[in-house]
């Protein structure tokens, strides 16, 4: 048996009022849920990369600084 929940239900009516550019980020952020729950992630050619490059740098043992961590932290308000 398929049910929404009430939180579920009160968001949607919501969603209905929102300018439907917003309305389509929100399918957006949905369809991805609904993929990461019914298969695996699969990485994009640039993922891949970065990622690949990412590794060879943490076996070279490029790692950020102390201070570039610490200003990252500070651009991001965190």
């Known amino acids: ?15 209905q009022t929102w300018p439907a550019d ?23 050619q640039e993922e891949r990369a970065d990622l690949e490059e990412a590794l060879a740098e943490a076996r070279r043992g490029e790692f950020a600084s102390d201070a570039e961590v610490a200003a990252m932290f500070a651009r991001h308000g965190l």
């Not at 309305?23 to 849920?33: D, F, G, K, P, W």
């Open 22 to 44: 917003r309305q389509e980020a929100a399918a957006e952020v949905l369809e991805q849920m609904n993929r990461l729950a019914t298969a695996p992630y699969e990485l994009s």
């Open 1 to 15: 048996m398929n049910h929404i929940s009430k939180r579920l239900q009160k968001a949607l009516e919501a969603i």
